[in-house]
């Protein structure tokens, strides 16, 4: 992890993104990173996103995932979970 941010956007809505200095995510994974069984490792079950996806969802959460890109190219990944604060 290159850093977690936590900021405020509009209203009551707060965002906060988890950046890395990676490779990024290739395109045909960024695409599909929600779906059911994708994954690029050996022992990995592709469920982790998919899961993280519908618990945000559930409690009325977005979930979103991006590369980081510099000077035109792909510095790293971002994860980002944008959410409503409670009254």
């Known amino acids: 992890i290159r850093d977690c941010l936590l ?41 982790g996103l998919p899961m993280v996806k519908k618990i945000a969802e559930e409690h009325s959460a977005r979930v979103d995932i991006a590369n980081r890109i510099i000077d035109g190219q792909v510095r790293g990944a971002q994860v980002s979970l944008s959410f409503k604060v409670a009254p």
């Open 7 to 47: 900021s405020r956007g509009l209203g009551d809505v707060y965002k906060t993104q988890v950046r890395d200095s990676g490779p990024g995510f290739a395109e045909p994974i960024l695409k599909r990173a929600f779906e059911p069984y994708v994954t690029t490792k050996v022992r990995g079950t592709g469920l």
